[in-house]
């Protein structure tokens, strides 16, 4: 299997977890990319990386995307490894999907057994309630949501770059969460005393939060470890 050129992860937390990952292992060949959230700032953002020399001087390209995810299933629950087959944006339910590498897919779900493989749903704000997640599963046929997926696959895949994503959920469908909503700025970046507020507002949804969401950071770290041992030929 062929290196990644590029690793795509949200910026923040989960950024940060992939550096501690990355730096067990001998990952000079891999180029760690800070990605914003929400759809607006992140297509601004890839279609300038797309212009960059460090794409363009490249004659193919692999990107894996790592991060986290909240669950639509019932069979999915924190902690758990997710390999996307494919993902689609929340606007209706026949909206296209876009895939995933089917190579790099199945190499990778080979290499993180037991990771399950998912189609994902993206949308554009913070899908806070359980009873939303579970309809939202229901109604797309889908097993887990991020604010990313869909944007990445669609501009990169269409210039002709092979992308490949791994997820570990962070909260299941039955975990009712903050409202994030207001929390995210223009740049795609969180807002510290908005977030702090939010938080002291749903102090229990809050607590949930923070341990559900250090337990799939420690995972995401260590599944980035893994990625050294991946074979390369």
Same mark, same amino acid.
């Given at each position: ?15 940060? @977890?992939?550096?501690?990952?990355? /730096?067990?292992?001998? $990952? #000079? ?18 279609? *300038?990386?797309?212009? #960059? %020399? =460090?794409?363009?001087?490249?004659? $193919? ?11 639509? #299933?019932?069979?999915? &629950? ?16 026949? @909206? !296209?999907? &876009? ?7 199945? @190499?990778?779900?080979? &290499? ?11 949308? *554009?704000?913070?899908?806070?309630? @359980?009873? *939303? ?7 797309? $046929? =889908? ?26 959920? !962070? %909260? ?17 970046? +969180?807002?510290? +005393? ?6 002291? /507002? &749903?102090?229990?949804?809050?607590? /949930?939060?923070?341990? !559900?969401?250090?337990? $799939? ?17």
């Amino acid at each position: 299997m062929q290196p990644f050129n590029f690793i795509l992860v949200p910026q923040g937390q989960e950024y940060q @977890a992939v550096i501690r990952g990355l /730096q067990k292992i001998q $990952s #000079s060949f891999m180029q760690v990319i800070p990605i914003p959230i929400g759809s607006q700032s992140l297509t601004v953002y890839l279609q *300038e990386l797309l212009t #960059s %020399d =460090a794409v363009k001087s490249q004659s $193919s390209i692999q990107v894996l995307v790592l991060g986290l995810c909240g669950s639509l #299933s019932p069979d999915l &629950h924190i902690g758990d490894i997710v390999i996307y087959k494919n993902c689609l944006p929340l606007i209706s339910p026949g @909206a !296209s999907q &876009h895939c995933c590498d089917i190579d790099l897919t199945l @190499a990778l779900h080979q &290499h993180f057994i037991p990771a399950h493989l998912v189609c994902g749903l993206t949308s *554009e704000q913070v899908i806070t309630t @359980a009873v *939303e997640k579970q309809k939202l599963g229901q109604r797309y $046929s =889908a097993e887990v949501v991020d604010m990313e997926g869909t944007i990445i696959l669609e501009l990169l895949t269409k210039v002709g770059i092979k992308v490949a994503m791994v997820r570990v959920v !962070s %909260d299941d469908c039955y975990q009712n969460l903050p409202d994030l909503t207001t929390v995210i700025d223009t740049n795609g970046q +969180l807002k510290k +005393l908005p977030l702090l507020k939010v938080m002291v /507002q &749903h102090p229990i949804q809050a607590l /949930q939060l923070i341990r !559900s969401g250090l337990k $799939s950071l420690h995972i995401l770290q260590q599944v980035t470890q893994k990625l050294g041992t991946l074979t390369r030929v």
